[in-house]
């Protein structure tokens, strides 16, 4: 499936949003559900979210909450040995859930509700669904390639020397967090990236990316503003910022608006300008306290060495 939040949206909120406080119209929305769906109580089950497609998402619905959470895996991404059956017989049954080039990746989602009406919620999630042409063109190793504005999952970052390749859009931040004591981000360069048909546009120029590090959650999140990306002046930027928090859920989002324009949610800017498509790419990289530290002293001390051996030719 692709992301389907804004059909969500307009009957649910998701829990994120709840904790948040992003929470609005919840008598409109009720009305909406109840108008075109039925009464859904609850739903439950799991679902595969394209360009998320690594692992599996629980749907977990109760109310007015819906929460989509990576749980584990697929079986189609680990050898036989690693899907923890117990027999042969079940063994065989895992089996039976592969289907082409993409496994055992699926859909499976019950609604439970009062007069619920089954064609408009089937209709309603086929409209979530990639096209038979996306389908063809699918690539499971491809993690950004379809806008995807669904609450972010956690990168965990748990090892030194790892790579850190964030790219964010409109509406989808990087959600990531340092998981073992010592271990220390280092950001080191934002860049803006905007696909020809972005370019060729007459509010191009206009645009103006800010990118925020957010840390916490709710009430308690601290923002702060790390680099100001406009087209052709500033399209990227060199940065030196460090983070240390462990255990401390953190994002990097980006907000785009046009000069003298409000700033967008809806992914679209003035004259109707779709920058969905805009992407802001990051990059760093993971290591332990002191790394830095100690190139800093190695560099240093390389120095000194060069400069005693200059004094000792001028000496001689």
């Known amino acids: 499936t692709s992301t389907g939040s804004p059909s969500v949206r307009r009957i649910l909120h998701f829990s994120e949003d709840w904790n948040n406080k992003f929470v609005a119209n919840d008598a409109q929305k009720l009305s909406t559900m109840e108008s075109k769906f039925g009464q859904i109580l609850r739903s439950k089950g799991f679902c595969w979210i394209a360009g998320r497609d690594e692992i599996q998402a629980s749907w977990a619905h109760s109310g007015r ?22 027999s042969p ?19 499976a989602i019950v609604f439970i509700g009062i007069n619920l009406k089954q064609d408009a919620i089937s209709s309603s999630l086929d409209k979530c669904l ?28 748990q090892a030194p020397g790892k790579s850190f390749v964030p790219i964010l859009k409109q509406g ?29 546009h007459a509010a191009y120029e206009s645009v103006v990316a800010r990118v925020w590090l957010d840390i916490g959650e709710g009430y308690e999140k601290k923002s702060r503003l790390l680099a100001t990306l406009r087209p052709l002046t500033a399209e990227q930027c060199c940065i030196s910022i460090e983070v240390a928090e462990v255990g401390i859920p953190h994002w990097l989002r980006v907000e785009l608006k046009t000069r003298n324009s409000k700033r ?14 805009i992407e802001v790419h990051g990059t760093g990289l993971v290591h332990m306290t002191g790394f830095a530290e100690e190139e800093e002293h190695d560099h240093d001390h390389g120095e000194d060495e060069e400069d005693v051996d200059e004094d000792m030719a001028d000496e001689q």
């Open 89 to 107: 017989e079940e063994l065989e049954e895992m089996r039976k859930n592969f289907e082409g080039k993409f496994g055992d990746r699926r859909q």
């Open 65 to 86: 909450l819906l929460m989509i959470s990576p749980v584990t895996p697929w079986c189609a991404t680990k050898p036989e040995s690693e899907w923890g059956t117990e």
């Open 172 to 200: 989808q931040p990087h959600k990531f967090e340092l998981l073992g004591e010592g271990l220390l981000l280092q950001l080191t360069n934002l860049a803006l990236y905007c696909p020809p048909v972005v370019e060729n």
């Open 264 to 277: 967008s949610h809806s992914g679209e800017v003035s004259n109707s300008m779709d920058i969905s498509q």
């Open 130 to 157: 990639l096209t038979d042409e996306e389908m063809e063109n699918h690539s499971v190793t491809a993690s950004y390639q379809y806008y995807d504005n669904l609450p972010a999952w956690v990168h965990a970052l």
